[in-house]
T-cell receptor, first 112, second 110 residues
Framework: GQQLNQSPQSMFIQEGEDVSMNCTSS?????WLWYKQEPGEGPVLLIA?????ELTSNGRLTAQFGITRKDSFLNISASIPSDVGIYFC????????????FGTGTRLKVLA | ETGVTQSPTHLIKTRGQQVTLRCSSQ?????VSWYQQALGQGPQFIFQ???????GRGNFPPRFSGLQFPNYSSELNVNALELDDSALYLC?????????FGPGTRLTVL
């Protein structure tokens, strides 16, 4: 099935460092969402983006909707051990359905 | 506000069997979507139900079917199970453009 290109695939970082990840698509989306998933759980919504160029923050998390509408970025500042998990981007083209295309995921590990 | 719940949490079936997974949507959410998440991958859209009718479908064969009930709860049925159907099945209830996911049902097909 179709998946968005997400990078990096995984990363180990030191506690306190900033983290950046991105997601790219060959298609234009009208909504971008960022989710975090921990083992044995479903994805939890972190940030929603609705307009090209939009920059939205949620605590230490900041995400941007790319100007071309084909990409999105997520930054985590001053990482802490509980940031560990898999981060997924998801894009939606059709405003009539909730069909989201998900990225391949970025696995984040934080070293204390 | 009650979140999305799914049952059962885990299930083991053999190839060729049929399975039914259940989902109770978040209060006030009238749209339910189902996703399949294979190990190490992102979720893949199966289909969506709105007002008890399917109104969007991903690239899944007809042996994947569903129902939505008047209280917006939903079922996912999979017939003639195949080994590749082993995955985490996620239900998402949606409102105002946002999908909230349940914890999922882990299905193992032997």
């Amino acid at each position: 099935g179709q998946q968005l290109n997400q990078s990096p695939q995984s990363m180990f970082i030191q506690e306190g460092e900033d983290v950046s990840m991105n997601c790219t698509s060959s298609s234009i989306f009208n909504t971008w969402l960022w989710y975090k998933q921990e083992p044995g759980e479903g994805p939890v919504l972190l940030i929603a983006l609705y307009k090209a160029g939009e920059l939205t923050s949620n605590g230490r998390l900041t995400a941007q909707f790319g100007i071309t509408r084909k990409d999105s970025f997520l930054n985590i500042s001053a990482s802490i051990p509980s940031d560990v998990g898999i981060y997924f981007c998801a894009g939606r083209m059709d405003s009539g359905t909730y069909k989201y295309i998900f990225g391949t995921g970025t696995r984040l590990k934080v070293l204390a | 506000e009650t979140g999305v719940t799914q049952s059962p949490t885990h299930l083991i079936k053999t190839r060729g069997q049929q399975v039914t997974l259940r989902c109770s949507s978040q209060s006030g959410h009238n749209t339910v979507s189902w996703y399949q998440q294979a190990l190490g991958q992102g979720p893949q859209f199966i289909f969506q139900y709105y007002r008890e009718e399917e109104n969007g479908r991903g690239n899944f064969p007809p042996r994947f079917s569903g129902l939505q009930f008047p209280n917006y709860s939903s079922e996912l049925n999979v017939n003639a199970l195949e080994l590749d159907d082993s995955a985490l099945y996620l239900c998402a209830s949606s409102h105002l453009g946002l999908a909230s996911f349940g914890p999922g049902t882990r299905l193992t097909v032997l």
